[in-house]
């Protein structure tokens, strides 16, 4: 997609389709209408009067021809109460006009800017990007081809901030990344398989001028990764692979290196623990956490922050077979730490538990991983919201503090000492699962054994890493939900 800042005075404007928006009870003359000619306002006045127009949010009411105009059609759109207006509105105001428009085959239009401050212009250039994506990959006939192919940002001649550039590139660029990351964890486990995920990350690496390196089976086994080996072994998707990407910029400090760790189970049918069949196919979605990393890494690598990051996925199957691991087993981890398998199918906790132990081994200093790691997280916060957990309460709040500003729902669950014994086991150091209650919480405290010392902030990401419904906004299916706050945190720390 095309975004580009247009100074013409709006009438004049020549493009298919532009779109204003309103406010819901207050004048039609609310909102960029309100910048509207005269005429045009007069109009849409009298269709508010009639009740055919009441800016309701996301509510899209087109008009043709309106006098006094260059632009063929307008759209306007409702944007709700003006009291509850944020940039997350507006980024999905501008996501609701795209998809609107998109699917009526527009694939030019020009979005009145309301405010050039760069926040605003960032949402607008992300909301866009985010709306139009969709996820029917392997359809015949798809809907994904036909998007928006330019977007103009009207500005009326307004005068545009110095920032605005920049504003807009990153809005491009954070939207381009969450895009990037919905798109791995939409394909299909036959695609995207641990070799094709590596694949995946070694080109964008390669494309914006990151360190990769993916390590296979040998290297797995030469490092000791006994529990990411333990899941990986019972897949006939062999190797396993192991993917490293760095980012250091020489003017960055040596300290802190964020180690960014993903967890990146191609699919997870459960193993030997097998999963019921009813939505075993949404276990496609396991790398969610890898793919955000590697959404992050897309952004920051042209965002520049002066912060050292490196991203590590532990990427395999989690399937059932001979070679399988087994309940009952008894495995030792990188760290040394060993574990008894209560359940095949707490697998997360395991590749992350080695990637943790490698990561702090490779100099990261910094901790923070993001997983699909329990179904109990989905059920304590239900799908819009990440489950956030961590000792440092400095790193924890620098995280929720990012959410916020991002715009994606955080929460912070508890970790406390008294859940340790939940996961005790009778045999070895640990059992990799706690039982039913509290089962987020000793999923993540399992993980944070082997942060040690060393700052760690869990996400679980089971919840919002996909929607099961369509939004006027946004289509169903992978969200890319992590990308925003974790590039967010990464320039807020560096600035
Ligand atoms: N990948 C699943 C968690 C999950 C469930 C993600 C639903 C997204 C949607 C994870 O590997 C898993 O199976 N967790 C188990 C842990 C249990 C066996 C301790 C779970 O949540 O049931
Ligand atoms: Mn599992
Ligand atoms: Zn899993």
Known sequence: MKIEFRPEPLSQLSTPTLVAYCFEGAPASSGTVERLPVETRNLLQQMQTAGELTGKAFECTPLGWPSGMATSKLLVVGAGKMEKFTDSHLRNLVGAAVRNL???GVREMAWILGSTEPGAVAAVAEGALVADFDADTYRTERNGKKGIETLLLATGGDPLPAEADAALNRGRIVGEAQNFTRELVNEPSNYMTPTKLAERATEMAARYGLQCEVLGQQ???DLKMGAFWAVAQGSQQMPAKFIVIR???EDAPEQPVIGLIGKGITFDSGGISIKPSENMHEMKTDMAGGATMLGVMQAIAQLKPRVRVMALIPATENMPS???????DVITSMSGKTIEILNTDAEGRLVLADALTYAKQLGCTVLIDAATLTGACMVALGTFTTGVFGWNKEWVNRVLTAATAAGEK????????????????????LANTGGRHGGAITGAMFIGEFAGDTPWVHLDIAGPRWANDEKPYRAKGP????????????TDFAA
């Open 219 to 221: 290297e797995i086994l």
């Open 322 to 328: 001979g070679n399988d691991y087994k309940p009952g």
């Open 479 to 490: 969200t890319g939900h992590g990308v925003r706050t974790l590039v967010q945190l990464l």
């Open 102 to 104: 998109r699917s009526r």
């Open 247 to 249: 980012y250091s910029p």
């Open 410 to 429: 955080m929460w912070q669950l508890p970790v406390d000492d008294d859940y340790r014994d939940l996961y005790k086991s009778a045999i070895a150091d």
